[in-house]
């Protein structure tokens, strides 16, 4: 089993996984220049000794951009150079990226922010950010009612992966009275609504 087929997507996982790492949370650290959109250099990153390594590196970076499920990344020219980002995700200051806000309600009624039953605690307690997205091992659904929340001066956004995403509060949260409702992945009621 495995043969060339497995080495073949285990290999771009894991490239996949190293790429989201750099360019959502380690540019910098790592000297690579960063831009206020997020972008950087496609060079930079094709000149890494784990890029350096493979075959075609910037083949295998355009593949894992074209057939990433999510859309995690975007590649673009700007100036006669190629650059890529990460479309939604940072733990870094990312200024400038492309993101289109929701003005209408009616575009998302509902977010759906998936989680897990140990995170919970910490939402509903407030003492840490929530992590932004939606993963398939999410066992904790909190659904946000977005009308409400934009009608109080919260804003929100959507990425280029149509991923949606808000700043929150002037503390940087979606407080629980913004939930329509929270339910584990059973369907089982997490929160009681006033």
């Known amino acids: 089993m495995g043969g060339k087929k497995?080495?073949?997507?285990?290999?771009q996982v894991q490239t996949s996984r190293y790429l989201t790492s750099i360019l959502r949370h380690n540019a910098s650290k790592m000297g690579i220049?960063?831009?206020?959109?997020?972008s950087v250099l496609l060079t930079h990153i094709l000149n890494l000794p784990r890029f350096a390594k493979l075959p075609n590196p910037k083949a295998a970076i355009e593949n894992i951009v074209q057939t990433d499920n999510k859309q995690r990344f975007s590649l673009f020219e700007d100036v006669g150079q190629l650059y890529i980002r990460a479309n939604q995700g940072h733990s870094i200051p990312v200024r400038d990226l492309p993101l289109e806000k929701v003005t209408d309600p009616a575009r998302v009624p509902v977010a759906i922010h998936g989680t897990y039953r140990d995170k919970w605690e910490l939402i509903i307690g407030k003492d840490d950010g929530v992590i932004s997205g939606m993963r398939y091992s999410a066992n904790v659904y909190v659904y946000v009612d977005v009308a409400r929340a934009i009608a109080d001066g919260i804003d929100f956004y959507v990425s280029e992966n149509q991923v949606i995403l808000s700043s929150g509060d002037s503390d940087g949260y979606i407080q629980p009275i913004y939930f329509s409702k929270v339910v584990d992945k059973d369907g089982n009621s997490l929160l009681e609504l006033g």
């Open 33 to 38: 220049p960063i831009r206020s959109d997020g």
């Open 6 to 11: 497995g080495d073949q997507d285990t290999m």
